[in-house]
Structures are given as C-alpha cells and as structure tokens.
C-alpha cells in the first residue's frame, strides 16, 4: 500500500539558483535532533547517536582517529557513570540522555537567534507572515523586489504549484506557531516552534497530526500497523532497493510494536505518537536507556562495562572502532 506523502519542504522549483545558506535559515528542518520520528514520519536512524553524544556527534565521523573516539568514548562512559562502580545503568543512561537532549534544545534555540534575525532586518522583534513569505520565496530564486512590491500592491504571484503547495503548508504551521491571541506575527520564541515543533507542546501536536494525516489511509485518524510500515510511493527496482525496503518495514514494524503502541493493541493514537515524539518524556528516555543498555549488554547484568560499549561503538556513536579490546585496559 502507498502513503501519499506532503512534498518535503526543500522541494520547491527555483526560477534561479538559490543560496541554500538562506534557504536553510529560514526553513523548518526536515530532521530534528534527539527526536526520535523526522517530519515526514520517517524513522530518525541518527537517534541513538544524537541522545549518546549530544552536541559532539560531529567528532565521531568516520573517518576520524579509532584511538581518538576511542579515548573520547572513555571520557563520556566515565562521565555517564556518576557513581563511579565501572558500569552504566539505566539511571545513569536516562539522566545522560536527558541532558544530550537538552543541548540539542540549547542548540536549536542560539541558531534560532541567528535564523530569526535574518527574517527580521528591521529589528522590530516580530515577522509577518507576509515578511517571512517574501524572504522565503527570495531564498527559492524569486526577485525579493519585485515579489515585495506586489504583496504590498495585493498583486498576484506566478508561483509554480509546487511551491504554491510548500507554502500553503507553511502558512499552516506559521498559524500553529502564532500563540493566542493570534495577530499573524511570530516573535522570536514563536519563530523557534514554527522552525522546531519540538520546542512546544502545541507545535508538537500539530507535527503528530500531519504525520498521521499522511500516514493514515482510512480517515480514522490513528495509525494501524499495516499503515504504519506501507512503503513510500515508488516501485521497487532491484535487489538494493528491495532489501532497503524490507529493512524499513522490519525496523518500523519493531518501533511500532514494541515502543509506540504503548498499550499494545494494534493501534497507534495521536496521543501515543505524541508521547514518543516528545523529546523531554522521561519515561520515554529511561525506557530507550534500557534499551540501549540490552544491545550491549553481553554478559547479561542489566548494565554496560566500558568494554562493552566500546565493542557496540557503532550503535552509540556511528563509528568504528578497531581493535577495542587490545586498547581498552593499557588506556583505561
């Protein structure tokens, strides 16, 4: 079965090359760091990496040192283990997680600064829809002039559909983001929802709405799991591409199982969704501490050893790392 899905927000037509600097500025971002579902309702494959290594995931690419990550990986498990017994529980794992989380939030909120001053080079501390829709359209190619002078002169815009289709779900969010009373400007806390809907409960909500409207093919405005693991449109071609969809159908269908449908009745809710999609759940953050605790735990005592989290490095940190075991004791 197919999910007929929204075009994402980067999709738009130029009518010339657009700086994607700006671009990015001022458009919400498809991924979201230390959330676990992207926007379009595809699975965050980065999530474990993002809620293990906070704002230092860039230092653990893959083509760095193994015996740097290695010695970086140190210092985070001695920093996870507050207690200092040589070994990470889950306690420790959820209260790690919780604080790589709010450096993510930290982080969206000082780039916000920086995105909101773009859209706003007068300085007054709010954007119009009207201001955000003319810088918008210039990041897409368009004369910011011209498009300017006919907004202004209620004159109309020759904007492709597909662009049409891009702002109108826009509009959409700016409306979420524009707390009561609304007055259609955004200051620059309402700016950060608009840009991260996992900084508001409200905007949150609004995120899960449009998933599940993308995802549900019956109207009943709650996810089944036949839904839930339907692939994306398009035919599969070949052996790759088979094998990509058969690994997205069995990771969605162990996510929807065993972690969304809380109550494990063969239905996803909104209120379900939201709980896993809101970042700062604790309960939601002690049970993915649990979880990645049993993907290392080797010797099976509900808890991680240094050695153990240095053999999984890929899963905690998205890379390598060679020859673990001969380095771990003369560096530890």
Same mark, same amino acid.
């Given at each position: ?14 009518? *010339? ?29 980065? %999530? ?11 230092? %653990? ?8 990550? $290695? ?5 985070? @498990?001695? *920093? ?24 993510? %939030? ?9 995105? @909101?001053?773009?859209? =706003? ?14 810088? &918008? ?17 209620? +004159? ?9 289709? #891009? ?5 959409? $969010? ?16 309402? @700016?950060?929802? /608009? ?10 909500? &609004?995120?899960? *709405? ?7 093919? =019956? ?8 839904? @839930? ?6 035919? #599969? ?11 997205? #159908?069995?990771? $969605? $269908?162990? +996510? /929807? ?36 605790? !049993? ?29 673990? !075991?001969?380095? #771990?004791?003369?560096?530890?």
């Amino acid at each position: 079965m197919d999910v007929y899905a929204r075009p994402a927000n980067n999709s738009a037509l130029k009518e *010339k090359p657009a700086d994607s600097k700006d671009e990015n500025e001022i458009l919400p971002p498809d991924h979201l760091n230390g959330v676990k579902m992207e926007m379009d309702g595809h699975l965050n494959k980065e %999530f474990h990496q993002e809620v293990f290594l906070g704002k230092d995931m860039e230092e %653990f690419e893959e083509d760095s040192e193994p015996r740097k990550n $290695r010695k970086k990986l140190m210092v985070i @498990f001695s *920093k996870v283990d507050i207690n200092n017994d040589k070994k990470i529980g889950a306690k420790e794992m959820q209260r790690w997680i919780m604080e790589k989380t709010d450096e993510h %939030f930290q982080e969206a909120v000082e780039e916000n600064k920086m995105h @909101f001053r773009a859209v =706003d080079p007068d300085g007054d501390g709010h954007v119009s829809w009207d201001e955000y829709k003319i810088k &918008f359209l210039a990041s897409k190619g368009f004369n910011e002039k011209e498009i300017a002078e006919k907004i202004k002169n209620n +004159e109309e815009l020759k904007i492709d559909e597909e662009t049409q289709e #891009v702002l109108d779900n826009l509009k959409d $969010r700016w409306y979420q983001a524009d707390n009561p009373p609304p007055d259609l400007l955004l200051n620059e806390e309402e @700016f950060l929802s /608009f840009l991260h809907p996992e900084h508001s409960r409200g905007m949150l909500k &609004f995120m899960v *709405k449009e998933i599940i409207r993308d995802l549900d093919q =019956d109207g009943d405005k709650k996810l089944t799991l036949s839904e @839930f693991i339907s692939l994306p449109v398009g035919t #599969v071609e070949n052996q790759q591409a088979q094998d990509i969809d058969d690994d997205w #159908v069995k990771d $969605r $269908r162990k +996510e /929807f199982e065993e972690v969304i449908d809380a109550n494990h009745d063969g239905i996803v809710t909104m209120e379900e969704l939201e709980e896993y999609m809101d970042p700062m759940n604790e309960y939601n953050a002690l049970n993915e501490a649990k979880q990645m605790i !049993a993907v290392a735990d080797e010797n099976q005592n509900h808890h991680l050893e240094l050695e153990e989290i240095l053999k999984y490095s890929e899963y905690f940190t998205g890379s390598k790392l060679m020859d673990y !075991a001969r380095n #771990v004791h003369e560096e530890f």
